[in-house]
């Protein structure tokens, strides 16, 4: 049995910029962390001849173009893998649909497994730039190129998304205590909304392929507080990067009618009067987690336990999509 283990992220800044709608005109940048929650793949060789796949959904097959999961089905055609036997299974600590990027982290943690099993060796960044192919070009799905890279790298990583397609990729600069104060300040909390981004993010992909002024302004915004973002968070400076989080959050909402709902907007308000410097939604928005940083750490948690919404605590992840028994 090989299992292969592959990290969700969130986002600390310039989030939206990694999609090709605004990076191949504008270019793109965002910072970007991945956590000790995680997608797992799991694949064995049956004694008997087909493909066997347990996930959401069991299906069983001998004919790789009737699996149904679509991520599955076309990382077999590309990696021409459609005649092997093969058994398949797919958890995660962390519901789908819910902003923590879990479609790129499985098809990373896919590949990654595929490689192990036919003994090839993959880096991070063909893992990731073929995790971008079977998702944006293969299955035409209006995503970004942040998931991919991010789970295939880990870390705190910022990532400058260029106009020709390539992606830079750099470490965040910061030392050990001010990566400890980051982590130990930032809180995520489920706001138990599980959603579908791809409506959210084909408005934003169509808006941008138009050239909508306020799309692309709103994005240009985002890019320059990524930035900001990696500046503060460098220099140690966390207040300012809790104040810039509000201002990336109300920016963020403008793109969507359906971005937030009453209730979490009732709930972010009354964070910021109970212990949070600042905060915005994880992911393309409507759902998912809400991430803030916190001044008053006992206070924040206190603050949302009364309210039955649970808190998810992690810690960053440093070694990206790897096999972790084979």
């Known amino acids: 049995m090989i299992i ?68 599955i089905r076309e990382v077999l055609i590309h990696e021409k893998l459609s005649k092997e036997p093969l ?53 035409n799905d209006p995503v970004g190129k942040q998931d991919q890279y991010i789970s295939a790298y880990g870390g705190v990583t910022c990532f400058e998304f260029k106009k020709n397609n390539h992606v830079k990729s750099e470490s965040l600069k910061i030392s050990q205590n001010n990566l400890s104060k980051l982590e130990d300040n930032l809180l995520l909390f489920y706001t138990g909304y599980s959603r579908q981004s ?11 392929i138009k050239n909508n002024k306020d799309m692309i302004e709103s994005l240009k915004k985002i890019k320059k507080i990524g930035y900001k973002v990696k500046k503060f968070i460098e220099s140690g400076d966390f207040e300012s990067f809790g104040f810039i989080m509000n201002d990336h959050w ?57 309210l039955g919404v649970e808190e998810v605590k992690f810690k960053f992840d440093f070694e990206g999509t790897k096999i972790i028994m084979s």
């Open 87 to 139: 058994e398949l299974t797919t958890l995660a600590d962390i519901p789908s649909g819910t902003g923590l990027g879990s479609s790129g982290s499985f098809t990373t943690a896919l590949i990654k497994a595929l490689y192990y099993q036919q003994k090839k060796i993959i880096n991070p960044k063909i893992l990731a730039e073929k995790a971008c192919y079977i998702e944006m070009k293969k299955l």
């Open 4 to 71: 292969a283990r592959s990290p969700l992220r969130i986002t600390l800044g310039g989030g939206g910029t990694d999609l090709p709608s605004f990076y191949e005109k504008h270019s793109g940048f965002l910072i970007a962390a991945a956590i000790d929650k995680y997608v797992y793949v799991t694949l064995t060789r049956p004694f008997r001849p087909g493909i066997y796949l347990k996930y959401s959904s069991i299906e069983k097959t001998n004919n790789v173009r009737n699996i149904k999961h679509r991520i």
């Open 198 to 208: 791809k409506k959210i993010l084909i408005n934003q992909k169509n808006l941008s």
């Open 250 to 306: 109300h920016e963020k909402k403008k793109r969507s009618k359906t971005m937030s709902n009453s209730k979490i907007d009732y709930w972010y308000e009354g964070a910021l009067k109970n212990g949070a410097i600042g905060g915005k939604l994880v992911g393309a928005g409507g759902g998912g987690f809400l991430m803030f940083y916190a001044k008053d750490k006992e206070m924040l948690q206190n603050y949302f336990l009364n």
